[in-house]
C-alpha cells in the first residue's frame, strides 16, 4: 500500500490475554517507531527499529511488551498479560532517514486496544 | 513526558473565529513539530520550525518559535470546521527519541 497499514485497527481483549499489533511500513523505509497514545494524552515513544535491528527499546512500560522485526520490513508489538493500563492507540511510523526527523516520518491510523 | 505542555487542553470555538494553541517546553528546543491527528487516524505533518523567532504558514494555519526557542504558537485564523482535531507540537531529543506534546482538542461549531 500506500501508506502505514496496522492491524487490527480494533482490539477488544480481556484482562490477562495476549495480544499482537501488526505494522507494515511503507517499502523501502529503514526507520520504524512504535507509540502508545493513551486517550486525552499526546503518543508516547515505545520503540525504534532501524531496518531489523531495535536500537532503542527505553520506552516499553514492562517486560510484558516486546517488539520485533525480524526481516526490517512488517514489525509487530506484543502485549502479554494485558492489562487495563494497557487500554491505548498503538502508533506506527517509518522513516526513510535513520532515527526520527519529524517531517519526513509518515503515521499509519493506529491500533485501538481495549482490555476489558 | 510532560517535557511539552500545551495550552489550552481543549478548545471550542465557533467557525469563523481565530485561535491560538500554545506549545512550551521545559528545555530549549532545537526542533519543533506541529502535527495534526483526526480522530481515529494517524498525525498528519503540518509544519517545521528550527530556528528562533520563525514563522512558517500554511493556509490558514501559521506557527511561530519564539526568540528563546522555549515556546511556539499555532494560530489559526478564521476556523472552519475542517480544522477540528487533535493538534500535537513534538520535539526533537538526543538519541532516536522524539517527544509529542499533551495535545490539544479543536472542535469548530458550524
Known amino acids: 500500500g500506500a501508506g502505514v497499514s496496522q492491524s487490527p485497527r480494533y482490539k477488544v481483549a480481556k484482562r490477562g490475554q495476549d495480544v499482537a499489533l501488526r505494522c507494515d511500513p511503507i517499502?523501502?523505509?529503514?526507520?520504524l517507531f512504535w507509540y502508545q497514545q493513551a486517550l486525552g494524552q499526546g503518543p508516547e515513544f515505545l520503540t525504534y527499529?532501524?531496518?531489523?535491528?531495535?536500537?532503542?527499546k527505553s520506552g516499553l512500560p514492562s517486560d510484558r511488551f516486546f517488539a520485533e522485526r525480524p526481516e526490517g520490513s512488517v514489525s509487530t508489538l506484543k502485549i502479554q498479560r494485558t492489562q487495563q493500563e494497557d487500554s491505548a492507540v498503538y502508533l506506527c511510523?517509518?522513516?526513510?532517514?535513520?532515527?526520527?526527523?519529524?517531517?519526513?516520518?509518515?503515521f499509519g491510523e493506529g491500533s485501538w486496544l481495549t482490555v476489558v | 513526558s510532560q517535557e511539552l505542555e500545551q495550552s489550552p487542553q481543549s478548545l471550542i470555538v465557533q467557525e469563523g473565529k481565530n485561535l491560538t494553541i500554545n506549545c512550551t517546553s521545559s528545555?530549549?528546543?532545537?526542533?519543533l513539530y506541529w502535527y495534526k491527528q483526526k480522530y481515529g487516524e494517524g498525525l498528519i505533518f503540518l509544519m517545521m520550525l528550527q530556528k528562533g523567532g520563525e514563522e512558517k504558514s500554511h493556509e490558514k494555519i501559521t506557527a511561530k518559535l519564539d526568540e528563546k526557542k522555549q515556546q511556539s504558537s499555532l494560530h489559526i485564523t478564521a476556523s472552519q470546521p475542517s480544522h477540528a482535531g487533535i493538534y500535537l507540537c513534538?520535539?526533537?531529543?538526543?538519541?532516536?527519541?522524539?517527544?509529542f506534546g499533551t495535545g490539544t482538542s479543536l472542535t469548530v461549531i458550524p
Open positions: 517499502s523501502g523505509h529503514v526507520s
Open positions: 513534538g520535539a526533537d531529543r538526543t538519541g532516536n527519541q522524539f517527544y
Open positions: 528545555k530549549t528546543l532545537y526542533g
Open positions: 511510523a517509518s522513516s526513510t532517514e535513520q532515527g526520527f526527523s519529524g517531517n519526513t516520518i509518515y
Open positions: 527499529f532501524q531496518n531489523e535491528a531495535q536500537l532503542d
